[in-house]
């Protein structure tokens, strides 16, 4: 069916409006205002006037682009495709002449278009039109844009030109992180992967037949399974109005709950509907049993035993269980005796193979995970979803690119904060990108101890402090730590970092205490560098004159001789002003 050609009527919004400071209070028109309350007859009128009142009226009054452009998109939105069309095919005979010219004619704003860009304008009215193949004529001649191959899939559609559907479709797929693109290819009614092809005939079905309630089910099972967990609670719920006995609803329900709030609500939801529906654990059968055993956790792992030679999930589980509680090497066993098919068991793989190689030193291994994840993150099926991301961000990871990594964790951030070891990935990548208040924000965050109570992520907290210019935040952390090897590293991050970012005041500190745990020449000289930059920040006034106090006091510790000259000239300098040392 053509979109509907007929000229548009007053909308509600453009009565609003116009009627807007009622009571005979005299409004000035303005061109922003009436084109953001979508009073597209309004702002057309207000530049008609203005263009009659001369081009100075309409330069200071239109600020945002080009008025051609303006009235072209204006007349398109009153449905009058016609004389939009006409606008701007005129601009761009008026685009081609200045090109062909060389300079503009000054009238140019910020938006205004080149003549090839115009083509996809053009194109689209013509759609709009009925006019396909003039419109894939002219789409074509346009430049490289989503927006130009989510119309060449709608024309392509129309004129049955299978080699531009896919050549469209593919474009759009390696942009599908835009709305449009995937509305565009729904709307298309095509799509190659396996859950996005299914969930996209259920809302087909779900838009074409009302009655058809338990399609709701299924379409929330593929959101579920794309990690959409609150689109798919929403529209379970739609059905479990009218089925609130459904069994496989009720377990689809749970498993929502587990991934967004947790296994023991997701235990709480489930055994209240079995109450509620006078039914026991037993008579639901093993699916039931086994994922009340993944809500419970802690008390799964005899479940999963008696499980695994005739449920292939419970193996998986198992192996989930023994790597939460640091049993790697159960894990891997286990795993070497399955064969991974879907995406989330191959994620699994990647997982304990990479924990394997971290725990065992093995580069061999953490190839192996990252050759997996990437895997997963190339794949057609995946590529777009969170787990596809998250897979692909893990494998760039590892192999030390996390810049790179960046890019995906950035795409799917929203879906997995609650998540501690996403923060804690996410907060690696942003320190890679110099981000590192982002950084600090996310590990913040992370309250796991198997986290926090790690050297790195001590480490990578002090240096985020460090390098936003908040030295003391990183050497209280370090005044929290007792004696051993990790607060002894510590120390050498603080003293060279804070170096480097010219808080000298916090690398003397730690290279006074360096030295006297190690004596060594590279300690005294990181301290009197540090010392010595001190005292220049104090006479530059970056430093009060109190520090000075420690300065001497950290020198005095040093057995170089050179301390006591630095000494002898801080002092001097100090008593010509005025200041107690």
Known sequence: MLPSRQRMGITQAQKKSRAQGGGGQDITLNFDHLVTSRDYTGALALITTLRQAGDDAVKKEVRAGDVDLWTAYLQFHLGDYEASLKTLRAKREKVKKEEGSGHSDGDAKPHAASSASLSLSIAIVLYYLGKYEEAMIEAKASPQSSRKYRLLLHLSSKLNDDATVTEAFEYLQSKSDEVDNLLSIAAAHFDRYSFSEALDIYKRVLLSTKEAVAVNV???????????????????????????????????????????????EAERYLLDYLQKNDRTEVECGDLIGHNLAVFRGGSAGQIFVQLCP?????????????????????????????????????????????????????????????????????????????????????????????????????????????????????????????????????????????????????????????????????????????????????????????????????????????????????????????????FQQVIAGRETGAVLIEVVSALRASRSDEAARIMKVIRKWAKQEGIEI
């Open 310 to 534: 005739y449920m292939k999930e419970a193996k998986f589980n198992s192996c989930v269980f023994n790597l939460k509680r640091g049993k790697w090497a159960d894990a891997e066993e286990t795993m070497a005796q399955m064969q991974p098919f879907s995406a989330v068991e191959l994620n699994l793989k990647g997982v304990v193979l990479a924990v394997a190689g971290i725990e065992g030193n093995r580069t061999d291994k953490l190839e192996s995970a990252a050759s997996v994840f990437e895997q997963i993150g190339g794949s057609p099926a995946e590529k777009d979803t969170v787990l596809g991301r998250l897979c692909a961000s893990s494998a760039l990871i590892i192999r030390k690119r996390a810049i790179d990594a960046l890019v995906y964790m950035e795409s799917v951030k929203d879906y997995c904060q609650g998540e501690e070891q996403f923060k804690y990935n996410y907060a690696i990548a942003l320190m890679s990108a110099k981000r590192y208040r982002d950084a600090e924000d996310q590990l913040r965050q992370c309250h796991d101890k198997s986290i926090t109570d790690s050297s790195g992520y001590i480490m990578m907290l002090a240096r985020c402090c460090i390098m936003r210019k908040s030295a003391k935040d990183a050497w209280e952390l370090y005044l929290t730590m007792e004696t051993s090897d990790a607060s002894f590293e510590l120390l050498r991050l603080i003293a060279s970092d804070c170096y480097r970012v010219a808080s000298f005041f916090y690398s003397l500190k730690a290279y006074d205490v360096l030295e006297r745990l190690d004596p060594t020449d590279e300690y005294w000289e990181g301290k009197r560098g540090a010392a010595v930059g001190v």
């Open 218 to 264: 299924f379409a929330a099972l593929c959101y579920h399974l794309l990690e959409y967990q609150d689109v798919a609670q929403e529209i379970l719920q739609q059905y479990m109005q009218h089925e609130k006995a459904s069994l496989f609803s009720a377990n689809l329900a749970a498993c929502i709950i587990s991934s967004e709030r947790g296994g023991k």
